[in-house]
């Protein structure tokens, strides 16, 4: 059965039974429905966050796929649940965009779910389209404060970088001329949409502490230069208020629930390769204050993701995982063992073995912050006993946990094993992580840490522009943030075509951008794409209603 046939054989609880599970006063929920329900922000309780096992699920390197770390998160914390441990999973919103495009769905697969699927794939309960009215009324501002004759800042429309977004892919929309049509209608100038996930104001949204400090990251986005030299932020539009007023609702996270009446925590969706990849510090946090294990995940691999959650949202949150579950699949391992794309499911133990290196590069990342690594093989149908027994084997090489995991397949009774190894790890666990750089240091020596440490590589160079970027950023006084650096997912290195584990290559940083709001710059490597475009057949093709009002074609 597809993922939407199996999701609809359940019968969803009351989502007030499930936030009784969960030990969130019932009273106190805004619900949305019969089966989704907003959480107020303070709700969340500090002394409970300490008591509270922090666990994040990451991946390999993955391949273009995906390796199932949703789905592992979800199948995980219904094996916490099962083995008597009082356990939620904290998630990212799925976009619209790849919805329609390629995955037709995020919201984990088989039976391993969060339900309602398609309310949770489609609009959800309003958040996207709440960021989006708040980037773009920042984008209407600008230009209407250039336009203005009477409350001009002097704005130099050449140094202005702030977009619009739109929760669609759309690859027409990438560079745009708005202000055409006279002097009635703008000024003309090139600019151009990025994709809802990629915008600023989400990263700002999943690391704000509360309303208050949301509105104070807003009012720090930084938009730009006068023609006199001088910086410019949202705050002197006096954009901050109004924002926070689209935001006021979008700021607190949704409870849903797992196929197996678990609670699940929803909330923001920022990209992995151009922000930080993780659900929001709140919904983290909630979490926790009600959890004995909370379950999360960042976006892409251990190399992307998740070391943008140590180092950016767990230094700027003050939390500490107790382990990594690093998601491995047979297929991946293969990919990056020289093994084509279109014959990832025939057997191939010698493929296999030299994608170990892979695998073993991110098992030294994850012990580098020094936090226990547990290994969930996450099987597939094609998956042999003999290239499973050959990761096994590499994992007693490591001195690693491993367990296979067919939460796909089994849900929570597919993940026992893999809890059971997650509990040890969690035991076992006695000091906070170690992050990788000191905010303090500088952004080279940031960028030349995770380079060298994370990535691998030999060293970094810097393009011209590049070069110039830090000399702004100091100038800005801002080279005290923390970096969220910005390259592909397909390699350990900036080019996409070396697998494996490269070795003795160069990180190119083509320029760095700055995100003040969000509290972080952003260093370019490769070409990174925020507006995704369609492919020949996208997903939408097959997505359809009935006359009834069932949906069909979400997978």
Known sequence: MKDIEIARQVTLKPISSIAEKLGAPIEQLEPYGRDKAKIPVDLIDAESIEKSNLILVSAISPTPAGEGKTTMSIGLTEGLNRLGKKAAVVLREPSLGPVFGIKGGATGGGYSQVLPMEDINLHFTGDFAAIEKAHNLLSALIDNNIQSKTNSLNLDPRTISWKRVLDMND????????????????????????????????????????????????????????????????RDLKAEGAMTVLLKDAIKPNLVQTMEGNPAIIHGGPFANIAQGTNSVI?????MTFSDYTVTEAGFGFDLGAEKFFDIKCQSAGLSPKAVVLTATIRALKYHGGKPLAELTDPDVSALKKGLSNLEKHIENIKQFNVEPVIAINRFLTDTDEEIEVIASKAQELGVQVALAEVWAKGGEGALDLAEKVVNACEKARAPFTPMYQWEDSITTKIEK???CIY????????????????KIKNLGLDHLPICIAKTQKSLSDNPKLLGRPKDFIITVREIEIAAGAGFVIPITGNIMRMPGLPGKPASEHIDIDRKGNISGLF
Do not use: W
Request: glycine residues 12%.
């Open 450 to 452: 995770i380079a060298t």
């Open 171 to 234: 690859r027409s929309l990438r560079h745009v001329i708005v202000g055409l049509g006279g002097t009635a209608s703008g000024i003309p100038r090139e600019t151009g949409f990025d994709i809802t996930a990629a915008s600023e104001i989400m990263a700002i949204l999943c690391l704000a502490d509360d309303l208050s400090n949301l509105k104070k990251r807003l009012g720090s986005i930084f938009i730009g230069f006068t023609f006199a030299g001088e910086p410019i932020y949202a």
């Open 283 to 287: 919904a983290t946090r909630m979490g």
């Open 456 to 471: 691998g590589a030999e060293h970094v160079d810097y393009t011209g522009q590049a070069k110039k970027d830090l000399r």
